[in-house]
Every structure is written in structure tokens, then in C-alpha cells.
């Protein structure tokens, strides 16, 4: 997935002295997905957010997760297109507009979660790509700030070079904090968890 630096997060009222982050959004109905296409990460994250906050509104989590089979609607909502097709969804184009099986740019994958989940606000933090950045140079929040994201509820987007992830939780581990990291490249049944070096270390 071909992507330049990535944060998103919905917009709240974010407080800058969280302590004693210990969450996991899993249990609240944020689903672990595999990705279903090499490059759609970027569509399994959108699905896997649509999913969390549908769960919220309607207070029951599905029995499975339903987001991989809803990478394929993101795609075809985004690219304007019909990328439900078993055979050619994860097609990539060559030439001309892109084809349903093409990585992502951050711009169209903040366009995805406007137009898939429009109730939340969206913010893209984005540094440039190759370069060291800190949270003052706007590329990911500090470790306060996403503490208290995820303590309200509000799972968070984060991209690296070429690959999307998203963040669902905290814990203290030894006196570290940690953070799970749904990785639709990772299989969900073996939880994954970063301290925030790992998390922000390579380019964002």
C-alpha cells in the first residue's frame, strides 16, 4: 500500500495528561480482520472502524466480524467502481484510473472514512514520508493524547510506510505501557502489542 504518513483519528475533546491507559477496544465490538485483497489494508481499517462505531450505536456486537466482506464496498464507494467481483477485485491497473486492487493514497483513505463514517470528525496528521518527525511537526499524536483517545472509546488509524494498521487498546506491561495493534496482515488470533517507540519508529 503506497502511503506517505498517516494518524487518523476522530475528533474529541482530547485532554493531554491521560495516566494509566488500560483499555481494549476489542471487547467493546472493534473487530480484527484479515485483509481480503494484498493491497487493502487501508479498506479492511475503514471497515473495521465502521464496524466499531455501527456496534456502538447499536449496542450489539455481531457474532463474526462482517468488515472482510465489506473491503470490497469501501473500494467500490471510494474508486467509483464495482470491486466486488471475486475474479478481478483485487486487480490492480497498470494505466487510466486505478483498478480496484491498487494501493491507497492518505487522501483518498480520509476520504473513505468521511464518506464511510460520516458521525465522526476526522483528523489527518501526516509528516513527510522518508523523514524523522515528532508529534509537534503534526505527524502523529504524543503519547498523552493518544492514551486519552483510547481511553474515550476512539480507536486510532496509523500508517507506516506501505502498510495501514489501527489501534484498539493499552495496557501496563513491567511499567510500560503498550498498545494493541490490529494488523489485517497479522492473524487475529495472536494478539499483537507496541510500546509507543515501536509504534512511531521508521517513517510515519
Known amino acids: 500500500m503506497r502511503v506517505a504518513g498517516l494518524a487518523i483519528c476522530s475528533a474529541i475533546a482530547i485532554a493531554t495528561g491521560a495516566t494509566g491507559c488500560d483499555i481494549d477496544l476489542t471487547t467493546k465490538g472493534f473487530p480484527a480482520c484479515v485483509q481480503a485483497c494484498p493491497e487493502w ?3 479492511t481499517v475503514i471497515g473495521e472502524l465502521k464496524e466499531y462505531y455501527d456496534v456502538g450505536a447499536a449496542g450489539t456486537p455481531p457474532v463474526s466480524p462482517r468488515c472482510r466482506g465489506y473491503e470490497c464496498k469501501v473500494v467500490s464507494a471510494v474508486r467509483k467502481a464495482a470491486c466486488c467481483k471475486n475474479a478481478t477485485e483485487c486487480t490492480a491497473s497498470r494505466s487510466g484510473p486505478m483498478g480496484c ?20 470528525a476526522w483528523v489527518h496528521m501526516h509528516g513527510r514520508p522518508g523523514f524523522q518527525c515528532t508529534p509537534k511537526d503534526g505527524c502523529y499524536p504524543t503519547e498523552a493524547v493518544l492514551q486519552q483517545l483510547l481511553m474515550d472509546g476512539t480507536p486510532v488509524a496509523r500508517a507506516t510506510h506501505g502498510h495501514i494498521t489501527a489501534l484498539a487498546g493499552c495496557r501496563q506491561n513491567s511499567g510500560v505501557t503498550e498498545y494493541r495493534v490490529i494488523d489485517s496482515l497479522h492473524d487475529p488470533s495472536t494478539e499483537l502489542w507496541m510500546n509507543y517507540t515501536l509504534l512511531t519508529l521508521g517513517p510515519p
Open 41 to 43: 489494508c487501508w479498506a
Open 101 to 120: 486492487g491498487n494501493p491507497s493514497s492518505p487522501e483518498e483513505i480520509l476520504q473513505g472514512f468521511q464518506e464511510e463514517i460520516p458521525s465522526q
